[in-house]
């Protein structure tokens, strides 16, 4: 799981700022979002132009040269802080699986290119390259002496050295660091950020364009869709019609039988797209969803959360302006993030009242200023 990122002269990220999930409080209720003393479920706020999107894409850099999955190039320009005059872009990425913490850290000028990257593992410096220099190293046993630099036509100068060492993976020996290598490999590999009204705007975890409603269909949940439509008060008769050799979704009336994709309300499709990406959750090892209830009511926004809390294996995140969330009853104070000059700070670290209990109404204390940054 992530315990800890950040990033520098990203974006709107001047300096750097610290996405920290390894520090809840001791709350009694909804302990069930905390992993071994990591926050695995959150939601964050901020007001427009503070960076939440740009969050979403700065932990999702890493998915870009350490995996073949899906990416949205065209929502990382510009890339560097436009008002530094650093020539690059710096990230850290904590994680820890099976009690052994991974730290990868690497610079970059732009989205694509690599400038350098670190990996330790255990508190081992595993892996080191300066692609500057064109030289570097890596200690993990079996393939020390798999050759880094840029003399084949396998690798070349712009390729990650971390993922060049995992192609190799077949020779590592079988030893507690190689498998945390793997782990934390496999991990980014299911990473999944995804926006709730673009069928395409997703990166990670998958390759290539979907149909969501084809993809309900595919997964044989037509049945369970309809019903979870249903709960949500839209009552639709879902069937599956052949539309010139592919599946569709299709509403059927006492009158005719049309395209769900026809009728259905600019929320009701958002819905059916955020159910799709639902499907797949329990595959995934951290979601990030940018604004994911714009078009909701509040009581499906707050449904949606529910249901998310649920899944035990995936960490998940969420941007928002809805205030409706803030809530004891829905997730806890230290599962709040507020984003707000250059720094990403939880409703517990920016309380005044330190010992914030469950009956606080932390949204009319959000309105009233009581979480402004300091």
């Known amino acids: 799981m992530l315990k800890e990122f950040s990033v520098t002269n990203f974006k709107n990220y001047k300096n750097k700022a610290v996405f920290k999930l390894d520090n809840p409080n001791n ?11 990591i926050i695995t479920k959150g939601i964050v706020y901020g007001i427009n132009g503070s960076g939440k999107s740009n969050l979403a894409l700065a932990l999702f850099d ?54 350098r990257e670190k990996l330790t593992i255990n508190g081992e410096e595993v892996l080191e390259y300066d692609f500057s220099l064109n030289g570097g190293y890596t200690s993990l046993k079996g393939v020390e002496n798999l050759a880094l630099t840029a003399k084949n036509d396998y690798i070349t100068n712009r390729n990650s050295r971390v993922k060049y060492v995992f192609g190799n993976s077949e020779q590592l020996e079988d030893n507690p660091i190689n498998k945390t290598f793997i782990d934390f490999m496999k991990f980014v590999d299911g990473m999944l950020m995804f926006y709730c009204l673009d069928e395409k ?49 299709y509403c059927k009336f006492a009158k005719q039988t049309v395209p769900f994709m026809s009728i259905a309300s600019t929320g ?36 949606l959360i529910s249901l998310i809390k649920k899944l035990k294996n995936t960490q998940i995140f969420f941007s928002t302006h809805n205030t409706d969330l ?4 829905i997730l806890r104070p230290d599962a709040y993030f ?37």
């Open 201 to 249: 705007g997703y990166q990670g975890f998958m390759v290539g364009p979907d149909s969501y409603t084809q993809g309900i269909i595919r997964e044989n949940k037509l049945q369970e869709f309809e019903n979870f439509l249903r709960e949500q008060g839209i009552d639709y008769n879902l069937v599956s019609v052949d539309v010139n050799g592919v599946k569709e979704i």
């Open 27 to 37: 709350y009694e209720f909804n302990d069930e979002i905390i992993n071994n003393g």
């Open 326 to 329: 803030l809530s004891n009853d």
């Open 62 to 115: 890493i998915v870009v040269h350490l995996t073949e999955k899906e990416k949205l190039f065209i929502k990382y320009a510009p890339y560097l802080n436009l008002d530094s005059n650093k020539p690059c872009a710096e990230f850290k990425y904590v994680f820890c699986f099976n009690g052994m913490d991974v730290v990868y850290t690497y610079e970059k000028k732009d989205v694509m290119t690599l400038l």
């Open 268 to 303: 009701t499709k958002s819905l059916a797209l955020f159910y799709y990406w639902y499907l797949k959750m329990s595959k995934v090892s951290f979601a990030f969803v940018d604004e994911f209830d714009a078009f909701y009511h509040f009581e499906l926004s707050q449904t």
């Open 338 to 374: 507020i984003i707000a000059n250059n720094k990403i700070e939880s409703i517990n670290e920016l309380s005044k009242e330190r010992d914030l209990r469950k009956a606080h109404n932390i949204q009319k204390m959000y309105k009233a200023g009581t979480f402004n940054a300091k």
